[in-house]
């Protein structure tokens, strides 16, 4: 299995402009998580599906996130519009179950300028 | 309101010397707890975990003790090596509810 894939990987933008993050998780894997890790806050949780509904996403800072699923292999974070303190890494973790080992991707470097 | 603290942001260890890696908690009600390890530029990885039920968990050179009673928990690398060197971040969880990750320590074991 190729694990969790994100893209992009690194992703530049100026103020205002929207951004799209993408996150594949592991096939079979039932639990999608996205994360976003500061040099502050360290990671938080933003929010996470459940058999692609959302069940909490309490973490999500405001209404310019959203997050969707459509389907079981693929998920989006929306940034909309875009501000330079959403720089950060952003990450999605897929598992089969909770509580659980968490599988996460190689991450998408935010940076808002 | 930081739930899953690591008090610690760096340690460094001789090679082959045991690392000791520190976990406080807040949350009672954690009932699982996890540490993964970083490497720059990837994903966090999963490297062992532990239910409240037990206090001790062994995986290789990786053990993890839990201490209920104190809201703690620690990793011990025996032997540490260079491959060790990483950020390493403990985290907790409540039944089916999400985690809670520490702000992480970074290890280097010098060759």
């Known amino acids: 299995d190729a694990g969790v894939i994100q893209s992009p990987r690194h992703e530049v933008t100026e103020m205002g402009q929207e951004v799209t993050l993408r996150c594949k998780p592991i096939s079979g894997h039932d639990y999608l998580f996205w994360y976003r890790q500061t040099m502050m806050r360290g990671l938080e949780l933003l929010i996470y599906f459940n058999n692609n509904v959302p069940i909490d996403d309490s973490g999500m800072p405001e209404d310019r996130f959203s997050a969707k699923m459509p389907n079981a292999s693929f998920s989006t974070l929306k940034i909309q519009p875009s501000e330079p303190r959403d720089s950060a890494v952003y990450f999605c973790?897929?598992?089969?179950?909770?509580?659980?080992?968490?599988?996460f991707g190689p991450g998408t470097r935010l940076t808002v300028l | 309101d930081q739930q899953v603290k690591q008090n610690s942001p760096s340690l460094s260890v001789q090679e082959g010397r045991i690392s000791i890696l520190n976990c406080d908690y807040t949350n009672s009600m954690f009932d699982y707890f996890l540490w993964y390890k970083k490497y720059p530029a990837e994903g966090p990885t999963f490297l062992i975990s532990i239910s409240s039920i037990k206090d001790k968990n062994e995986d290789g050179s990786f053990t993890v003790f839990l201490n209920k009673s104190a809201k703690h928990l620690s990793l011990h690398i025996v032997p540490s090596q260079p491959g060790d060197s990483a950020v390493y971040f403990c985290a907790a969880q409540t039944g089916a509810n999400n985690l809670f990750f520490g702000t992480g320590t970074r290890l280097t074991v010098i060759p």
């Open positions: 973790a897929s598992s089969l179950r909770t509580p659980g080992e968490q599988f």
